[in-house]
């Protein structure tokens, strides 16, 4: 029976920190949409004056089923809000609105490393979902060729997670300084804002660890594997 102590050590930790992650960003969003702002102003309009103040005219927002399902579609150049988010005037609901702004503010400025997110985008999605099996099947079968192209493919996987969060965290730091220099909140609002867009960012830091984690477990569980060679 083969037994991963790499796994144990290195990745559970993360994925305990991840669902740690998750926990809080939902509780967070739950506390911060039970208080309304003072100016009752809604998630959509939150997203609408960050449209006004930048200059951009051809981005659509519309409602999206679920909750915490907002984001931007460059592509097609839609924001979409989800439910407690679109029409509701909570603190929650202007700080996730105008995070996802963020990324259409990005997109129409050319920010550099969203372009390279989008591009990682088909890699990170094969990286991830085969390149560990691929690695695993090249430890047991002795394949190396296998062994190799696993971890290629899911050091891009980890590349996509890593650039993940330049983009997050400058998304959010547009976001709170509009808000700000607008006048939008009052300054216990905005820290209202803040917690909720940390909390939110914690969930992809969390995620890039459980990835870079997974990126060394390989990378040891290969050097074992030639060893024993």
Same mark, same amino acid.
């Given at each position: !029976?083969?037994?991963? %102590?790499?796994?144990?050590? $290195?990745?559970?930790?993360?994925? =305990?920190?991840?669902?740690?992650?998750?926990?809080?960003?939902?509780?967070?969003?739950?506390?911060?949409?039970?208080?309304?702002?003072?100016?009752?102003?809604?998630?959509?309009?939150?997203?609408?004056? =960050? *449209? @006004?103040?930048?200059?951009?005219?051809?981005?659509?927002?519309?409602?999206?089923?679920?909750?915490?399902?907002?984001?931007?579609?460059?592509?097609?150049?839609? $924001?979409?809000?989800?439910?407690?988010?679109?029409?509701?005037?909570?603190?929650?609901?202007?700080?996730? #609105?105008?995070?996802?702004?963020?990324?259409?503010?990005?997109?129409?400025? +050319?920010?550099?490393?969203?372009?390279?997110?989008?591009?990682?985008?088909?890699?990170?999605?094969?990286?991830?979902?085969?390149? /560990?099996?691929?690695? *695993?099947?090249?430890?047991?079968? +002795?394949?190396?060729?296998? =062994?190799?192209?696993?971890?290629?493919?899911?050091? %891009? #996987?980890?590349?996509?997670?890593?650039?993940?969060? /330049?983009?997050?965290?400058?998304?959010? #730091?547009?976001?709170? &300084?509009?808000?700000?220099?607008?006048?939008?909140?009052?300054?216990?609002?905005?820290?209202?804002?803040?917690?909720?867009?940390?909390?939110?960012? $914690?969930?992809?830091?969390?995620? &890039?660890?459980?990835?870079? !984690?997974?990126?060394?477990?390989?990378?040891? =569980?290969? @050097?074992?594997?030639?060893?024993?060679?």
């Amino acid at each position: !029976m083969y037994f991963d %102590g790499y796994y144990l050590m $290195l990745v559970v930790p993360t994925l =305990l920190l991840s669902l740690g992650a998750q926990i809080l960003v939902k509780s967070t969003f739950a506390k911060y949409s039970r208080i309304q702002s003072s100016r009752n102003i809604t998630g959509r309009d939150a997203a609408e004056l =960050l *449209m @006004r103040v930048n200059r951009i005219h051809n981005v659509t927002i519309e409602p999206v089923r679920g909750s915490l399902t907002d984001h931007y579609d460059p592509g097609a150049k839609i $924001l979409r809000l989800s439910q407690p988010v679109y029409g509701k005037a909570s603190i929650a609901a202007i700080g996730v #609105a105008a995070h996802e702004m963020g990324h259409a503010i990005q997109h129409a400025t +050319s920010y550099g490393p969203l372009a390279l997110r989008s591009t990682l985008v088909p890699v990170a999605n094969i990286g991830s979902s085969i390149g /560990p099996w691929l690695a *695993m099947a090249g430890i047991f079968f +002795s394949i190396p060729l296998l =062994l190799n192209l696993g971890i290629i493919l899911f050091g %891009g #996987a980890l590349l996509f997670y890593v650039i993940t969060l /330049p983009v997050e965290f400058n998304a959010s #730091a547009r976001a709170i &300084a509009i808000l700000r220099s607008n006048n939008v909140l009052t300054k216990d609002e905005l820290e209202g804002v803040k917690k909720v867009l940390t909390a939110a960012a $914690l969930t992809y830091v969390a995620s &890039a660890l459980t990835a870079l !984690m997974n990126f060394i477990r390989l990378i040891l =569980l290969s @050097r074992g594997n030639r060893s024993r060679r």
